[in-house]
């Protein structure tokens, strides 16, 4: 063979294999028909978590007199330059981490489209003109997800952002629909709301941030309401059309009440499905599922003994550490038969809104349809000191445990700092931990992670009469 590992895609797992495979001593070639670095370097992580940042620091700036005798003005945002910095750190990060990493690790990145032909093997049609057979013993498709719109009468008429086009807007709207109330479109909603825009949100399940425990959801349309977002819930888009500049969206809520709403632009964050066409998947016998995934097996095999997938494409959570995991353990099972699986249960979520939400383990629900009896304990931030020093008790934890014997279950945060605080609750469900023995482990105080072991600390005592320095 020529090689032992050709991957196709170039995104988190695609790299996390090429590198695995290298540090083994295996030969790697790389198929990349667009950006080199896929999604989260480009158009997801990187790029969203920068601009966030920045309507992030102009926010403080415009709600700084929540503190007594600050004052802060923020002037009117110059978003080509935003936009432009983003740019700048992308094209920094994608050759630090991605280009440059490749050339010191040695293998070849192609530029072109793959696809399977019996062997098997890739044709790829390169980039540059003509076309180059690949061959390898182990073949991975990584290939990632992209932007996914259900039907919707005259949308495919009209113009609109995704999650990708929106950040790279050189001029601000002055007004923006955002249709889905999950994480991606809570994230841009309130983005370009901080920045200046006016912005409304429509989510066809009953509340926002529908995965998540009710009790939060509650809170951060409270948030969203507070800030002038606009809010519909259990509402869906049913048809759209531009008009004298504006789009104009037919909405319909679930009592079969029907309006127009009007904006300068639509945002359309209504999920993301595994980018699998044009690969010539069925020459080679690897079945595909709903939206196009691809099934594999616990191992990430295909139906193909030689083709594993990893990442965004088999339908796994769609995380960028989920997709690092997965293209290491493709290395270790190909190569050296580890039989390895992954264990989904402590995966932590963040969505990067402020303030934050964060989760690991099982909600409420979810616990209580695998036959557990639950109890649960919600502590508002008001009970928090580092809350109360930052004059901003929005938000809340959560806590879900087993009855009897206090195993902490799955664990629920909104606040300022949530992603950091919920890598304390992964390691409490690694472990095992009940709620009993984290109300009693050391803490830092005057952290947000002093939360949760408050929060733990209310299944066997009131914490409104403690001390705010005395645990």
Not at 182 to 190: K, P, T
Not at 211 to 220: D, F, R, T, V, Y
Not at 410 to 422: F, P, Q, R, S, T
Request: charged fraction near 20%; include cysteine.
């Amino acid at each position: 063979m020529a090689f032992d590992l050709a991957i196709i895609g170039s995104g988190g797992a695609a790299f996390a294999a090429a590198i695995a495979a290298r540090r083994a001593d295996r030969s790697v070639v790389m198929i990349e028909r667009g950006t080199v670095g896929g999604t989260c370097v480009n158009t997801g992580c990187v790029p969203s978590k920068a601009l966030l940042a920045a309507a992030e620091a102009r926010h403080v700036a415009l709600s700084a007199d929540r503190f007594p005798g600050i004052r802060a003005s923020a002037d009117e945002v110059a978003v080509a330059r935003l936009v432009e910095g983003k740019a700048d750190l992308v094209t920094g990060m994608r050759q630090d981490k991605y280009t440059g990493l490749a050339a010191e690790y040695g293998w070849e990145i192609i530029a072109g489209h793959a696809r399977f032909t019996s062997g098997p093997a890739l044709e790829v049609a390169l980039a540059e003109g003509g076309a180059r057979r690949i061959e390898a013993e182990h073949y991975l498709v990584a290939t990632g997800s992209a932007p996914w719109t259900p039907p919707v009468d005259g949308l495919a008429e009209v113009e609109h952002l995704t999650s990708t086009t929106a950040m790279e807007l050189a001029a601000l709207p002055e007004s923006l629909l955002v249709v889905g109330g999950n994480y991606i479109g809570l994230e841009q909603a309130q983005l370009f709301a901080r920045l200046g825009t006016r912005a409304e949100i429509v989510e066809k399940e009953e509340r926002l941030a529908p995965a998540e425990e009710p009790e939060i959801s509650g809170a951060l349309a409270e948030v969203f309401t507070e800030a002038g977002i606009g809010v519909h819930t259990g509402t869906v888009l049913t048809r759209v059309r531009r008009e004298h500049g504006q789009v104009v969206a037919g909405l319909r809520d679930t009592d079969g009440h029907t309006r127009e709403l009007r904006a300068n632009e639509l945002l359309m964050a209504t999920g993301r499905r595994p980018v699998t066409g044009g690969l010539g998947l069925d020459r080679v016998g690897v079945t595909t599922g709903e939206r196009g995934r691809i099934v594999t097996d616990e191992h990430l095999r295909t139906a193909n003994p030689r083709i594993w997938a990893a990442g965004d494409v088999t339908g796994h959570p769609q995380f960028v550490y989920v997709a690092g995991a997965h293209g290491a353990v493709v290395v270790d099972n190909a190569f050296h038969q580890a039989g390895r699986t992954l264990d989904y249960h402590h995966l932590p979520r963040v969505t990067f809104t402020g303030p934050q939400v964060a989760a690991a383990g099982l909600t409420d629900a979810e616990a209580r349809a695998r036959g557990y009896d639950c109890e649960c304990r919600v502590l508002p931030l008001e009970h928090v000191p580092r809350a109360l020093v930052n004059r901003d008790t929005r938000g809340l934890v959560k806590l879900v445990a087993e009855r009897g014997t206090g195993h902490l279950l799955g664990a629920h945060v909104l606040a300022d700092g949530a992603g950091e605080v919920i890598a304390t609750a992964v390691y409490a469900l690694h472990n095992q931990m009940t709620v009993y023995e984290m109300g009693e482990l050391w803490c830092p105080y005057l952290t947000m992670a002093e939360a949760l072991k408050l929060a733990a600390q209310t299944f066997t005592r009131d914490v409104t009469k403690l001390s705010c320095c005395a645990a």
